[in-house]
């Protein structure tokens, strides 16, 4: 089975601050994704990333910056917290096919609920 | 960009009761997925569509794809309390996809 490993389930930090946010997979999927889930939104996707080093923009990545050095580890950085950024943050990974990047099921971590006072 | 809606945005049923979610898309999608949510719980993917106007079940679930690829259905016969969760919709639009904003469904027994 699939598992996306999420560093922390809460996480409350101060606005101003550098957050990290740590995503893990296990099943040597090429794409990662970050997503924030608020409600009524649904899911808003920040960053992906299709292969070690690569990142793409999504619909929301302003505030925000990804990393990814090794395939398994795809970190999000909130480079100044602010109150706006207060969510439930979700990591996702999936493999490719030879049509899409993003074709595949994703597989999503279980979430980290963060909060900035 | 590219959007796709949700509707309805929440249901309650009496257990027993059907439920229908629809997936609608401006344009053209080249698939679609669902997944299910449950409350405190992570996405969790359900099925994928592909062609125009295909079905296909899981159970008391069925799920549709429009003949035209701009709408999807997910259907549930005869509801649970385990069937309490938020659905999402994913358009893909070739190399792009959208979640849809979800349907929250409520069942009480």
């Known amino acids: 089975d699939v598992k996306v490993t999420q560093s922390s389930r809460y996480l409350v930090k101060r606005t101003g601050e550098k957050v990290f946010l740590e995503c893990v997979q296990d099943?040597?999927?090429?794409?990662m994704f970050w997503y924030r889930q608020d409600p009524g939104l649904g899911l808003r996707l920040i960053y992906f990333?299709?292969?070690?080093?690569?990142?793409e923009k999504g619909d929301i990545p302003e505030g925000y910056s990804v990393s990814r050095e090794k395939k398994e580890r795809f970190s999000l950085i909130l480079e100044s917290a602010s109150t706006n950024q207060t969510s439930m943050y979700l990591c996702?990974?999936?493999?490719?096919?030879?049509?899409?990047?993003?074709?595949?099921?994703?597989?999503f971590g279980d979430g980290t609920r963060l909060s900035i006072l | 960009g590219q959007q796709v809606m949700q509707i309805p945005q929440y249901q309650h049923v009496q257990e027993g009761e059907d439920f229908t979610t629809y997936c609608n898309s401006s344009t053209t999608l080249s698939n679609i997925q669902w997944y299910k949510q449950r409350p405190g719980g992570h996405p969790v993917f359900l099925i994928q569509?592909?062609?125009?106007?295909e079905v296909k079940k899981q159970k008391r679930l069925t799920f549709q794809f429009g003949e035209a690829k701009k709408n999807s259905s997910l259907h549930i016969t005869a509801t649970q309390t385990t069937d309490v969760g938020t659905y999402f919709c994913a358009g893909h639009y070739g190399q792009n996809f959208v979640f849809g904003p979800g349907t929250r469904l409520s069942v009480l027994p």
């Open positions: 990333s299709y292969d070690v080093k690569m990142k």
């Open positions: 569509l592909v062609k125009s106007g």
């Open positions: 099943m040597d999927h090429e794409n």
């Open positions: 996702a990974s999936s493999p490719q096919d030879s049509q899409s990047y993003s074709n595949q099921p994703q597989h």
